[in-house]
């Protein structure tokens, strides 16, 4: 009868459901940071893509760069949500999104330095 009693009980059992949620989190250290460099990796992949995608030596292959861009920003997306990588792509989104910013303002007038005077 004790063995029907603890049939669903057994020892590792229990400790696998409250570690289950554990394992969820995201990487630890050592492959957190080999997947950050890998995300970098592929995020100056893709920011190569576009400067070629605005280059006119390349307008002959935009169509096959525009397929390599959107297949690169999948994987990234992929990657990230994977391994839950959600605040470093942030970071990195806010760092693009003022490079853009910039990169406008820039080609329309020329920069105001105070040091000219």
Not at 31 to 52: C, D, V, W
Not at 53 to 61: D, G, K, M, R, V
Not at 70 to 75: R, T
Request: aromatic letters at 6%.
């Amino acid at each position: 009868m004790k063995n029907e009693e603890f049939k669903g009980h057994h020892r590792g059992d229990r400790h696998k459901r409250k570690d289950h949620d554990h394992h969820h989190r995201g990487a630890k250290t050592f492959r957190r940071g080999r997947a950050l460099a890998f995300l970098e990796m592929m995020n100056l992949k893709r920011s190569t893509i576009k400067q070629q995608l605005e280059a006119p030596e390349f307008q002959s292959i935009q169509p096959i760069l525009l397929g390599e861009l959107k297949a690169m920003e999948m994987v990234i997306n992929e990657f990230v949500q994977l391994f839950e990588l959600h605040e470093f792509e942030a970071a990195d989104a806010d760092s693009k999104k003022t490079e853009e910013e910039m990169a406008p303002e820039a080609s329309k007038e020329p920069p105001v330095s105070n040091h000219e005077e």
